[in-house]
Nanobody, 115 residues
Framework: QVQLVESGGGLVQAGGSLRLSCAVSETITSFNPMAWYRQTPGKQRELVAA???????NYADSVKGRFTISRDNTKNTVYLQMNSLKPEDTAVYYC?????????WGRGTQVTVSS
């Protein structure tokens, strides 16, 4: 069973930074893409950023220029560097790994940005 474990969330003031990590129990080159999503109460989970096996990235318009997704294949870990955080970035952030037949999700990590 593939396991994804997110970490790095917390409470930060507006304008601050956090780096989220997603540790995967299997080699992440097996998945394409790897992605970060976020969800707030009462809303659908939304894509924040994704990175392909080949390193191509895409971002939600709301985070472009502030967030950076990256991957370390040697550590089977995907990162989300979040800078210039805003209160509207407050959410539970989830990591997703897409295989040929299935999507795997982590349990999420809470990010709270105070104004």
């Amino acid at each position: 069973q593939v396991q994804l474990v997110e970490s790095g969330g917390g409470l930060v003031q507006a304008g601050g930074s956090l780096r989220l990590s997603c540790a995967v129990s299997e080699t992440i080159t097996s998945f394409n893409p790897m992605a970060w999503y976020r969800q707030t109460p009462g809303k659908q989970r939304e894509l924040v950023a994704a990175i392909t096996r080949f390193g191509s990235t895409n971002y939600a318009d709301s985070v472009k220029g502030r967030f950076t997704i990256s991957r370390d294949n040697t550590k089977n870990t995907v990162y989300l560097q979040m800078n210039s955080l805003k209160p509207e970035d407050t959410a539970v952030y989830y990591c997703k790994a897409t295989s040929r037949f299935y999507d795997y999700w982590g349990r999420g990590t809470q990010v709270t940005v105070s104004s």
